[in-house]
């Protein structure tokens, strides 16, 4: 059932549900969530049931302020506290120490804990509304089943869990692409998940350089800890996508047209326009890539989900600016185009 953000009366139903134990899809300014009381570790339970997500990849928790921080965590470093004093209420989620005495099922078990404080008005108003009720946080991994791509939008989430989700419509998700991930864990803030924030803001923010982790690399990160939407394959559309470079998609269109089956249904998101021959104009679906990152990112997530509607067999993705910017979005395609071992 999809309910009116806007309406108070939907507010206070979504917060009643989440004290009762119920799932909630949940609007942010970067994804939609489904959302459980994150002090229920059965009501959690349900989120990785409901998403088929393995019970030790932790989930984020979102709370109201920076007040709800010491509900989760025994130790806040002073870099922490400056980048809450910098980008909260937004997109920034933060790993932290975790009380041992709370949202162990949220954390996979884990002695830390992914906090965030949203922007969106819905979530904030349910936040606020469900901490008088005593639920004090919210786990609320993307409300999407495991693996495959985000919900930026309310019909995306109804057309994943079904009707009988209470989902509260925020409108399309201003952001588009799930939160930027600083580990501060460990002495010195380490960025695991790029986002719409870029190492540099963070760094000037914080007042020290925020590292980059080596599994963004592709290398070993020993000391991370787990943390949401950091597996090699994830985002993924049910067609197969492909990251192809500018300069090369001219060619690689044409040899497609030559060699591919009959039957194969092409999706290009590309900036530069391309070539069609009349025969493969059926077969073909192109719309323009959006030039800015951070429009890009906004429209990312809704554009893979409208290609899988229409049925195409491969999504064709121009592959993004090799640019601090643009790394969310390059993050995601990437994890998207990564086949599941």
Known sequence: MILDGQSPQA?????????RGDLLGLPTETVYGLAADAGNDAAVAKIF????????HPLIVHVASADGVARFAS?????????????WPGPLTLILPRRPDVAAVAAGSQDSVGLRCPSHSVAQAVLRQAERLGVYGVAAPSANVFGRVSPTTAAHVASEFGADLLVLDGGACEVGIESTIV??????PVLLRPGLLTPEQLSLACGETVH????????ADPQAPRASGTLASHYAPRARVRLVDAHNVSAELLAWQQHSPATATLAL??????????????????????????????????QLRAFDDLGVSDIWVQTPPADP?????????????????
């Open 11 to 19: 507010i206070v139903a979504a917060a009643q549900a989440l004290q």
């Open 49 to 56: 049931a409901a998403k088929g997500r393995p019970s030790e």
């Open 75 to 87: 130790h806040v470093p002073s870099f922490a506290t400056r980048l809450i004093d910098a980008f």
């Open 183 to 188: 580990d501060c864990t460990r002495g010195a």
């Open 212 to 219: 980059v982790s080596a599994a963004l690399n592709g290398q």
């Open 269 to 302: 998101w590309t900036v530069e326009p391309v070539t069609l021959s009349a025969a493969f104009a059926s077969r073909v679906h192109r719309q323009s890539m959006p030039q800015d990152a951070a429009t890009c990112a906004h429209a990312l997530f809704a």
């Open 325 to 341: 910017l643009w790394d969310g979005v390059l993050d995601r395609l990437t994890r998207a185009a990564t086949p599941v071992r």
